[in-house]
Nanobody
Framework: QVQLVESGGGLVEPGESLRLSCAAS????????MGWYRQAPGKQRELVAS?????RINYADSVKGRFTISRERSTVYLQMNSLKPEDTAVYYC?????????WGQGTQVTVSS
């Protein structure tokens, strides 16, 4: 089993920044993909960014140039700059490996003036 604990969400104004963290614990594989997804009200959950244990990174087109994903051992971070109202959503951490596919509880990010 893998447990994912997210932190760092909140309410910010457009143009401001937030940093999300996700710490993984439990019996997880050293080879995995960790990522951030988000789900806005009335919309499907979508991939924001992902990073493999080998360092390969993927971003959604809507966040390229504004968001940065990084990984340190079993913790993954999402630095979000130049936030826009359309970034408002619940952000979920995910880890996928041969052990299984796991989700965090989600953290709310609200961008509003």
């Amino acid at each position: 089993q893998v447990q994912l604990v997210e932190s760092g969400g909140g309410l910010v104004e457009p143009g401001e920044s937030l940093r999300l963290s996700c710490a993984a614990s439990g019996s997880f594989s050293s080879i995995s993909v960790m990522g951030w997804y988000r789900q806005a009200p009335g919309k499907q959950r979508e991939l924001v960014a992902s990073i493999t244990s080998g360092g390969r990174i993927n971003y959604a087109d809507s966040v390229k140039g504004r968001f940065t994903i990084s990984r340190e051992r079993s913790t993954v971070y999402l630095q979000m700059n130049s936030l826009k109202p359309e970034d408002t959503a619940v952000y979920y951490c995910n880890e996928a490996s041969v052990v299984g596919n796991y989700w965090g509880q989600g953290t709310q990010v609200t961008v509003s003036s």
